[in-house]
């Protein structure tokens, strides 16, 4: 079944305007919102406050949305028992509505916060060993584990998920996603590439995930996409370039010393036509249904929608009303 969610940007908004959108977003009928957990924003006019804080107040004041971050880096400013319990105690608050995104995570954050970025190769072997030590905690058992990164002594989360929370591997490239297919319950990624690259990055995906005696098709692909409901192509891109222009420029996500200023810098020189390829931009719901199809029709079943447009209440409105029951519609979906 595909499902349709909403992306909230803490790079963008306070937390309090947040959650007035996560209450809109259930209010439109979306099946689930995500959002980003970062230290530091993509710009200097943005905001970072912290997303687990916030997923404590989208439960409470939501009944039905599902939430996860996407994604969590489990591996540096946070020990995993620690996103062990903070997934947990959200799992506890909303239950069988919670999933987590896991990722080896970006140098903007990561060195930021804690002075530390080992390379690829080590940042994803410490991701296999947190993902060990979460779902080992996860069972409510008395864990003491003896990893080569990390180390627990008869650790327990007194306060268990209510319910089995879904793990899914971010991948943006096709050699991580056999990794996310052996070791995770399903995929997320981002849009806006050529086609050719998602057909790799399933492929590896449903590989890896064979290999590890899973089903692929039983498991969840999620891929956020860009959209912005307007007929003001000019405005649109210039609140992408605002707030977003970093997540254009993936080569300097590696980088150690990346700050928010920097990303300013990187959006002065991204070229609107990158943008407008990688983004639907359109006030005709139809041409979202189409951008949306597209994505649908290359294998993914769970498709996040972010727009950097201020005025988020409106554009979650329209979607609700214009573009979802189309969606649904053609999918099938009642």
């Given at each position: 079944m595909v499902q349709f969610g909403w992306k909230a940007g803490p790079e963008q908004f306070p937390?309090?305007?947040?959650?007035?959108?996560?209450?809109?977003v259930e209010q439109a009928g979306f099946d689930f919102i995500e959002a980003s957990d970062h230290f530091h924003p993509w710009s200097e006019a943005g905001q970072a406050p912290f997303t687990w804080t916030w997923f404590g107040a989208v439960a409470a004041r939501t009944n039905r949305i599902s939430m996860g971050p996407?994604?969590?880096?489990?591996?540096?400013r946070y020990h995993p028992s620690i996103i062990a319990q903070a997934a947990a105690t959200v799992s506890a608050m909303a239950p069988g509505r919670f999933f987590l995104c896991v990722g080896t995570g970006e140098a903007l954050n990561e060195y930021a916060a804690t002075g530390m970025w080992p390379g690829y190769d080590e940042r994803q072997e410490r991701l296999l060993e947190a993902i060990q030590?979460?779902?080992?905690?996860w069972t409510g058992e008395e864990i003491s584990f003896d990893g080569e990164f990390y180390l627990t002594r008869k650790a327990k989360l007194y306060t268990p998920p209510a319910s089995k929370i879904p793990l899914y591997i971010s991948t943006l490239a096709p050699g991580s996603a056999a990794f996310a297919g052996q070791y995770g319950d399903g995929l997320i990624t981002v849009g806006g590439?050529?086609?050719?690259?998602?057909?790799?990055?399933?492929?590896?995906f449903e590989k890896g995930a064979r290999e590890a005696g899973k089903n692929p098709r039983q498991m969840p692909k999620i891929i956020e996409i860009n959209v912005e409901y307007t007929g003001n192509e000019e405005a649109a891109i210039q609140n992408?370039?605002?707030?977003?222009?970093?997540?254009?420029?993936?080569?300097?996500?590696?980088?150690?010393?990346y700050t928010p200023a920097?990303?300013?810098?990187?959006?002065?020189?991204v070229g609107s036509d990158t943008i407008?390829?990688?983004?639907?931009?359109?006030?005709?719901?139809d041409d979202h249904v189409k951008f949306a199809q597209h994505y649908i029709d290359m294998g993914f079943d769970q498709l996040v929608f972010h727009s950097a447009d201020p005025n988020q209440r409106s554009v979650i409105e329209a979607y609700g009303?214009?573009?979802?029951p189309k969606l649904r519609s053609k999918a099938g979906v009642a």
């Open positions: 937390p309090n305007e947040l959650l007035d959108q996560a209450i809109a996407g994604v969590t880096c489990p591996i540096l030590l979460i779902r080992a905690l590439k050529q086609p050719e690259l998602y057909a790799n990055i399933l492929k590896n992408m370039k605002k707030y977003w222009a970093g997540t254009y420029v993936p080569a300097l996500f590696d980088q150690k010393i920097m990303s300013a810098q990187n959006g002065e020189v407008k390829k990688a983004s639907c931009i359109s006030p005709n719901p009303q214009h573009v979802l």
